[in-house]
């Protein structure tokens, strides 16, 4: 650790640390896939043959072709068909009502329903054989209309199912409002929102290597949830849990898109039995931009009411949700969005509604904020939009309509309860360090010259949640004393990028009292923890580390008890202090973890621990200057004052903040899917097209922080590491309109790229200059 | 993303690679930079049976200036000084960057355009003479070419021809070379001291292709437009020359230096009959035609009007 | 076909088909797996390395091209006795990393820029220009600039530079 501020850093800043793509198994075949160029369609053939005689390719085969595959190892002669791909089960992400008469086949049988479905593998010595293999493999699809939008979907006039309509979920929160609610208002803005597309894009794309051996099956894996993926390729395989060992080594970023079992992961969980031989799959950027899941995808409809003062008095947010071809990933995410509709404010009525539509289109998940994005920038957009209605500063109307810090816990109308908060302080801490009345001034100096190029101010206040849904708000750990003095301490987390190793292992250091160079943490393998839930919604530090406090502690107790028995005093008399145990009374010295260990025995807690939701909440200033002739964004600064409550690793809190900005900065100004008219996303040159931020489209950006702990945590940690996909977009979406004094806030549909921001400032002055 | 199989030949002369390029059962590709080839081969867009790396061709590296350039087609007008520019096939895009790499406006220029190609890892390994070939129709390079009566050399085993510029650009990577040809040698008229140069593009994100990109050169006299030449990236299938918009230019009054040009101004008129009659852009996402054109009208008069800036900081003679 | 690289410091004598991408060559022949792939097509710099000193994407190139040609990578950046370079521990101060995924490019990148030019960190300009050539998705770019600033300033009162 010497020099080191991470126990990560030494490994991978040497070139030692170990992705997937890194583990070399010998005689590893590589699969590869072929897949769908048409977006939807009737799969009516598929040759594998040429693919099977090219030098270096082991085998090639179609859905078809895989269910009369012969065994090799005989303990799987009963493997016959691959299996579909499973539904998620956890934090309502997919239903059995969604999936019902929807399979997801792991490779494509006799339809496809996205471009980028895989219709065959091939498995080769290499990725290069397996690609030459791949390229003589050829498929007959007869042409299906695509189905592109919410809105063509609806129309039902286009089936993905035979039989079933194209709406797999709906759901509301909160109650219908009645219309003398609107009909008394002062003000009710209305607008329509697209929450495009987003490609998380990790820099790791997806990876997993299956390695069989003994009647059980090793899988590495870049991810998040390894116990569930061992429970899912488990039930899969018709196999007990304990037959697979799931091991996630280091993981090159997820941002909530790597814990899903992928259909490729079946595959080659499936491969690797058939074959009695490790498989590999690394996927490779271009086939990730065409396969991955993504994120968002929701058009919105909003209603936002409020009297003349500026008090809301209602909100309404209708949700048509693009989900992609097939419900099994994450149909109910848009569920989330309507929950957290209420956002930060008092308004006394509220009505969220979704509907959760399927498309030609690889499937939608979880993207790092995660439905949060979506409440947020539909509601501070137009709460922007109110503000300059009503002539008030949007800094001061969001201030008149805050849940007040006494108020807590505080029920919504959609149903949530928030834990704590404290709003106005994040807001008033980002004003003051953005120096929004400098700026303000800067505004209309230049409004008033007609040479200056426009500037414009964007709030943007959010209430997010962590730890997970009712169901997944529990996490497993265990910590064992052992004879060497050290502590292994592991838990059911699963870091990609996060910082686990160092922070939970001084968590522990510190719970117990001992020297951190003791403690060992081992996270992402399933053999060392029965049970574990994973990494996603901004859990670790609250769940994960509640998990592991909680573990010391029953290792504490555990302790004294032994010590107690050993003393013959009773427990009370046993004092526990600096990773030491201490008699009360009597001739007895002190006693360490590790001498009790070498005269009891193995001493291992295991704890399973139960977490309550909690409300991470903050404030984003974004000042930009937009240049109204080319439609260029320049974004000249960033505030984000997040409220994490306690923070159990400042440095790395401040590092997830930035970087979730800069991913906020890319949902704003540069992502995006665009799609062709046969619903093929247009990305032919890979991250040529699909444009992610580079240090050069990263403004000046201060992250601050206010800390309202959380009641029902016992760190009083929130979640942290979303915020910035959460608060920032639409602060710039908000200064943009600012600076362009647009009215109507649907001229500005994100990606704010060049054309879309001229379009607005071309409408508007086409219109009476206000 | 990776290749199909191939065999590979490292020539030494030009001679030996043009040979390896004459087998028409081969399927050859030159590989010069790589930075566009192998991401097509690795996309298997590209899938040659026979790679001809020239890398280590003696003599393909160099930037010279002489007199008159060294045979081939020679095109001189109000715009040169007889002098010509040789940018050999080696000659990465890097080597522009550096000051004093090529003289005069000439060089200012293509220092300008040079900086907006891709990032600093990829200019120090990709090519001018590479970009050429390659024709994407948003290459500065390309823009370039045309706008500034480039002169290619293509060599084949049966001997060498020269191709104007505005001959060579067929469509996105389509030109005039075929096949068996290495392209050797690009020449560029020098430009007169006192030209005014300025490169403006306009782009996505900092290493993105440009979704406009404008050159160019004026020489004025007397607050007179004597000449001008407009280049445009991105605003057709293949590089635009704008001659339209130039010839509305000449003999123009431009007025005083600085100010913003107003509506009916030479500058902004040429815009607009580059955007309208010049360019024909073709849809690509995030910036269809109509946006496209306007984007071009508004950098080419911005670029002239940096141009003519330019040009009166540097009166004639006082040029490096 | 026959090739020598010098990896690192030693010669490597392999056998590779001519299409094998140097970056594959570098991780799966020579087992050298700190050089990553994020995007194999030059856009992201995961794959920088050196050859002869300069910083290229190892994704766009060819093994075959190396021959006979001096290859660094980032296994080869700490010195002799093991001992850490600036860059890696100003990477480590600054937080400059998360995932680690694209931090080998990033540190080839910025040796061979202060290597070839010990000026290169003073100059924030240059700093920035080096920082907007690769791609990283989780730390936001700043910790990276400060930390190759840091790394250049101490490189620049080292005794002898
Ligand atoms: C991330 C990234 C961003 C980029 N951004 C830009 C940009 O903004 N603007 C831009 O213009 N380019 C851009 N490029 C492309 C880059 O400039 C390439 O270097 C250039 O297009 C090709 O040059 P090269 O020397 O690498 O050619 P190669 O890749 O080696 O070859 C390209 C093509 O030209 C042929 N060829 C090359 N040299 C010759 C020759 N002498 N004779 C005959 N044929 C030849 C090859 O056979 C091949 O078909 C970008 C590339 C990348 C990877
Ligand atoms: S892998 Fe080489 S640049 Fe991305
Ligand atoms: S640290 Fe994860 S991509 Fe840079």
Redesign the pocket.
Known sequence: MEGWSRREDERLLGGRGRYVADIAVPGCLDAVFVRSPIAHGLLREVRCDAAREVAGVSGAWSAADLSDLPSCAPSTAYLRDLPPVPYTGVARLSTKDAVAGREWPSLARDRVRYAGEAVAVVVGDDRYAAEDGAGLVTCRIDPLPAVVTPAESATDEVRLYDGLGNVAFQAAAGRPIEDHVWRRAAVVVEAAYRQQLLMPTPMECRTILAVPGDDRLTVWAGHQMPHRLRRELAATLGWPADRIRVVVPDTGGAFGSKSPTFPEFVVVAFLAVKLGRPVRWIED?MESLLAATRGRGQDQRVRLAADAEGRLLAYELRIDADVGAYPHLAVGLPLQTALMATGPYLTPEVHATVRSMLTTTMVTYPYRGAGRPEATIALERTMDTLAHRLGIDPAELRRRNFIPPDAFPYTTPTGRCYDSGDYAAALDLALRTAGYDDWKAERERRRADPGALPLGIGVSCYVERSGGEPGALHEFAAVEAREDGSILATCGASATGQSHETTFAALVAESLGVDERRVLLVEGDTEELPEGVGSFASRSAQVAGGALKQACDLLVAAARERAAGLWELPVEEVAWSDGALHPARGASAAMGLAELVKVTGPLRVDGRFESGMAFPFGAHVAVAEVDPELGTVNVLRVVAVDDCGVALNPAAVRGQALGSAVQGIGQALYEGIPYDGDGVPMLPWG?LDYLIPTAAEVPPITIAETSTPSPVTPLGAKGAGESGCIGTPAAIVNAVADALRLDDPGLLQTPLTPDVVWRAAHTRRQEAPR | MKPVPFDYVAPRTVRQAVEALGDPSREARVLAGGQSLIMEMRLRRATPRLVVDINRVGGLGRLTVSAQGTGGAQETGAHGTGGVLEVGALVRHAAFERPGAVPGPLGRLFALAAAEIAHPPIRARGTMAGSLAWAHPASEWCALAVALDAVLVLDAVDGARAVAARDFFLGPHLTAREARELLTLVRFPLLADGTGVAFAEHRRTCFSFAQVAVAAAVTLRDGVVEDARIGLANCADRPVRARLAERSLIGAEIGPPGARPAAGHPFARAGAVAAERDAGPVPEPYADPDYRRHVAAVLVRRALREAAADAERRPEGVDR | MKITLTVNGDDVALDVEPRRIL?DVLREDCRLTGT?????????????VLVDGEAV????MLAVQCDGRSVRTVEGLSGADGEPHPLQLAFSAEHALQCGFCTP?FLMAAVAALEADPGAGAGDERVRALVES??CRCTGYEPIRRAITRAAARLAARPGA
């Open positions: 950027r991250l | 970056a990553h792939l994020g995007c194999e097509q030059g856009v992201c710099g995961a794959c920088t994407r190892s994704c766009l490019g690769n791609l």
